[in-house]
Structure formats: C-alpha cells, structure tokens
C-alpha cells in the first residue's frame, strides 16, 4: 500500500538557518506529490507539488522540494528560515495512478524557529 | 483566493446526541469534496469523497452510517456525526476541488468535535 513518512516529529531551527524537511514516499509509479502548512486556526495550505517534469519545484513563501526518484524522496527546503515559518507540515501522495484527489499524510513535521 | 469555511469551528455535545458540521466553498464552485479526521498531532485521515449530487465514497472503517455526508450543492457539503460517543471527538477538517482547478484542493479550517 501507499504510504508517506516523514521522519522527523519535530525541528527547531534558528531565525535566518536553511530548513529541510524530510518526506519518504513508497509508490512504484511516479507519484502525485505534495507539501501543506498547517497554523493553528487556518486550514491547510499548499506550499507546492509535484507532478511531472522539472524534479526541483518552486513553491510559495520561498519553499523548494526536490522529488528524487532514487531515494523515493520529496524534500522541503527553505534557504532562510523566519519566525512565520513556524508550523506543522505535512507531505502528501494522491493515493493511486491518477490524480482523484484521495491525499495520503505523512505524520507531518512540527517546525519551531528560535528567535 | 479559493476559500473554504467550516461551521462550526467547534462544538461540544454530549454522548447519543449527533451533530452536524458544515463545510462550504465561498468562491468557487466545488464539484468534489473530501472530509478528514486529525487526531491531536496526528496525521489527516481521509474519511469520505463527495461529488455533488452523488453519494458519499467512504473510505474503509469508516461507518457511512455514523458519519453522513451530503453534497447538496455545488457549495455546501455536511457531516453529521450520528449518536456521537467520546471516541469521536476529534478535529475533523473538510477540503473541496472545483472543475476549473481539479489537481489542487482547498482545505477549510476544520472543527473541533467535543463529545462529553
């Protein structure tokens, strides 16, 4: 079965370092991916996917992930971490071939920045 | 931006009683819906697909019995969690696609079900 990992529980970097979260797919096919934010009182919000093509996805609010076929990865990162950035993240697979919208979660990442 | 809004944003109510959770798509028109249970720092759990005018899709487990879901309208989809019990309180959070953009979904703010 499909299923997405994200080792890390939680991290805390500080105001100004880079960040890279970390999100492990298993899928034989190339896979339908995604990165959410979660704050407190919003609902989630999509920070960037993956679909085909280009392996380096842009995102918003300065996010990149990079989709690596080998290692079954689908990293965020940020170059310069601000205190808004503190969050939960999750990184999500469509569940099957085709896009029906069906997300599979990871266990998601809570993100504290130190000031 | 595709806003979506949830209503209520939480809501207490004791053990039998059942309660209805409101999701609607504010500036768009949402042809698929899904709902979602979080439990407290915990991963979303896919509950149940809804396309408008068509019955729920649920997803294994899940009780189409206890937790009924109606996509009325192309802006309105509830949950009514029926004869709810204390094992149902969670945070249950509701996300909807439209034609227009299909590969994306907004997700709204959820609601926090209480069940005493």
């Known amino acids: 079965a499909q299923s997405v990992t994200q080792p890390d529980i939680h991290i805390t970097v500080s105001e100004g370092a880079s960040l890279e979260l970390r999100c492990n797919y298993s899928y034989g096919a190339t896979p339908y991916l995604f990165w959410y934010v979660q704050s407190p009182g919003q609902g989630l919000q999509l920070l960037l996917k993956?679909?085909?093509?280009?392996?380096l996805v842009q995102g918003i609010k300065g996010f990149e992930a990079e989709f690596k076929r080998s290692q079954s990865s689908f990293n965020l990162r940020k170059p310069s971490v601000h205190w808004s950035d503190a969050a939960e993240y999750f990184c999500?697979?469509?569940?099957?071939?085709?896009?029906?919208?069906?997300?599979?979660f990871g266990q998601g990442t809570t993100l504290q920045v130190k000031p | 931006g595709a806003v979506v809004s949830q209503h209520p944003s939480w809501v207490i109510c004791k053990s039998g009683t059942s309660v209805k959770i409101e999701c609607r798509s504010l500036?768009?028109?949402?042809?698929?819906m899904f709902w979602y249970r979080q439990f407290p720092k915990q991963s979303l759990m896919l509950m149940a697909t809804s396309n408008e005018g068509s019955k729920a899709t649920y997803e294994q487990g899940v009780e189409k019995d206890k937790f009924l879901i109606n996509h009325a309208s192309l802006t309105l989809s509830t949950l009514t969690v029926t004869s709810a019990h204390p094992e149902d309180s969670s945070f249950y959070i509701c996300?909807?696609?439209?034609?227009?953009?299909?590969?994306?979904?907004?997700f709204g703010p959820g609601t926090r079900l209480t069940v005493t």
């Open positions: 996300s909807a696609s439209s034609r227009q953009v299909p590969d994306e979904q907004y």
């Open positions: 999500a697979v469509v569940r099957g071939s085709s896009n029906t919208g069906k997300l599979i």
């Open positions: 500036d768009f028109q949402a042809t698929t």
């Open positions: 993956y679909f085909s093509g280009d392996t």
